[in-house]
């Protein structure tokens, strides 16, 4: 399992969600990323997901 970040902002620039979570690779992480974001009702906010080597998963702004 590796670690990703998932990051919310407000539209401030504020940080409002700032989580590390596991999968067992990309294409689980962009998955687990949206439902995470939907689960918080985040979706439509400025964010991002990363993976461990710094590759963009999902990205709204």
């Known amino acids: 399992m590796k670690n990703y970040k998932l990051t919310a902002f407000e539209a401030n620039g504020e940080k409002i969600l700032d989580e590390t ?3 067992e690779n990309d294409e689980m992480a962009k998955t687990l990323g949206a439902n995470l ?3 918080k009702s985040l979706s439509e906010k400025t964010h991002r997901c990363t993976s461990p080597s710094g590759k963009l998963l999902l990205f709204h702004s």
Do not use: S
Request: hydrophobic content about 65%.
């Open 21 to 23: 979570f596991q999968a």
């Open 37 to 39: 974001l939907a689960e």
